[in-house]
């Protein structure tokens, strides 16, 4: 299983990125594909996640308004729109993959995911 963030880079406040996370070798029916990032020295925290059953979608309060989780047809890739950005942005982005449904009580929870790409680093600033 191979998990691959792009996209990733420098932003001006205010500005928009499309990350995507390119999925490989993952060989199930039922699993579910998040988003979270990581600022330095804070906890990573979950963004949005998708199922793969029936595309339904689900993100953290605190990601409602300005993320949008999507998807090409197959799900092999699964993209992150970040829009209107602000500094606290700033972290490395990750996807990863969690076998079955994701829980949609908060945010995805790491803990819950099992296969994590390597991250791409997203820098806001003014």
């Known amino acids: 299983v191979q998990l691959v963030e792009s996209g990733g880079g420098a932003a001006q406040v205010g500005g928009s990125l499309k990350l995507s996370c390119t999925v490989k070798g993952f060989r199930y029916d039922d699993y579910a594909i998040a988003w979270f990032r990581q600022a330095p020295g804070k906890e990573r925290e979950g963004i949005s996640c998708?199922?793969?059953?029936?595309?339904?979608?689900h993100y953290a309060d605190s990601a409602k308004g300005r993320f949008t989780i999507s998807s090409d047809g197959t799900m092999h890739t699964v993209y992150l729109q970040a829009n209107s950005l602000k500094p606290e942005d700033t972290a490395v982005y990750y996807c990863?993959?969690?076998?079955?449904?994701?829980?949609?009580?908060?945010?995805?929870?790491?803990?819950?995911?099992?296969?994590w790409g390597q991250g791409t680093q997203v820098t806001v600033s003014s």
């Open positions: 990863a993959a969690k076998i079955g449904e994701f829980s949609d009580v908060g945010g995805p929870d790491p803990d819950d995911y099992d296969y």
């Open positions: 998708m199922a793969s059953v029936d595309r339904r979608t």
